[in-house]
């Protein structure tokens, strides 16, 4: 187990555009009996109803979506470029078909009983505020919905509030 040290949300250096969108992050939910982690590419941070938050966005079909949906809490954690191998993998696969962070070499950790990826050098973790289903009707652009829904394997937005960053 690594050793992280807290970090103030007003220390933390973070180009959003990069951090997510390229490097990409893992979105682990559920308990220590059964915990799930999926890469994500798509989302945010920011502020909303007073609180430091995160955004991010989980297709119906995901099965880490049925562990956000089951619990209050769920971690960011972001990894070295080291582990890109381990985000396609946790990208490509299931946690409904078998153990997930065993399958990309990765370890399973807890904080406030919180799961996150001890790989990762940043983590946020976070407390569920809202979840909202983005349906057809909110598109203002129609082509969104032929690009990207055609399954309509919509996505979920869930905003949460930042409680802790880990650091290390
Ligand atoms: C680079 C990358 C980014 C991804 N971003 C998202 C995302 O933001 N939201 C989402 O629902 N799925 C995203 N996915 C897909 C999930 O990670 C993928 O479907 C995963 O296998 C789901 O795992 P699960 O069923 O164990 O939850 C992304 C995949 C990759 C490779």
Not at 97 to 126: M, Q, W, Y
């Amino acid at each position: 187990m690594h050793t992280f040290q807290p970090l103030p949300a007003d220390m933390l250096e973070f180009d959003p555009f990069t951090k997510i969108g390229k490097e990409w992050a893992l979105l682990t939910a559920g308990s220590k009996a059964k915990a799930n982690t999926m890469t994500i590419s798509w989302g945010g941070v920011g502020v909303m109803w007073g609180k430091n938050v995160v955004f991010v966005f989980v297709r119906d079909s995901r099965y880490t979506k049925e562990l956000i949906d089951n619990g209050e809490f769920f971690s960011l954690s972001f990894l070295s470029e080291d582990y890109r191998p381990a985000l396609n993998y946790c990208g490509s696969h299931s946690g409904r078909e078998g153990d997930k962070f065993a399958g990309a070499g990765l370890t399973p950790a807890f904080r406030h009983s919180i799961p996150f990826v001890d790989e990762g050098n940043l983590i946020l973790l976070c407390k569920k505020m809202s979840s909202t289903r983005i349906t057809e009707d909110s598109f203002l652009l129609p082509e969104l919905a032929d690009k990207w829904y055609k399954d309509k394997d919509m996505h979920t937005m869930y905003i949460a509030e930042v409680i802790d960053i880990l650091a290390r």
